[in-house]
């Protein structure tokens, strides 16, 4: 059964950093793209960065020059620093491995962005 496994929330004060994790198991991960998606309260989930299976990287215009998305294809893994954090950061982080028709979506881990 695949899981995407998202980890590395938390607290942070604004202008502070992060870095949030999600691992891949039972899928060949290499072969799919991935994403970050945010979903803040009250609001619809929305992307925020995604890589390709070559790891061509693209970002929100909101995110550019802070975020840095990479993937660790020995690992499972995508991973999404997060720099200069802002209170409208804050949300629930999930991870989406997509490709060849099919997705799936790990359950999100919480950041919160505040002093």
């Known amino acids: 059964q695949v899981q995407l496994v998202e980890s590395g929330g938390g607290l942070v004060q604004p202008g502070g950093s992060l870095t949030v994790s999600c691992v891949a198991s039972a899928i060949a991960f290499r072969f799919y793209d991935m994403g970050w998606y945010r979903q803040a309260l009250g609001k619809q989930r929305e992307l925020v960065a995604s890589?390709?299976?070559?790891?061509?990287?693209n970002y929100v215009d909101s995110v550019k020059g802070r975020f840095t998305i990479s993937r660790d294809n020995g690992k499972n893994a995508v991973y999404m620093q997060m720099n200069n954090l802002k209170p409208e950061d804050t949300g629930v982080y999930y991870c989406?491995?997509?490709?060849?028709?099919?997705?799936?979506w790990g359950k999100g881990t919480l950041v919160t962005v505040s002093s």
């Open positions: 989406k491995l997509y490709g060849y028709g099919i997705e799936y």
């Open positions: 890589i390709t299976s070559d790891s061509s990287p």
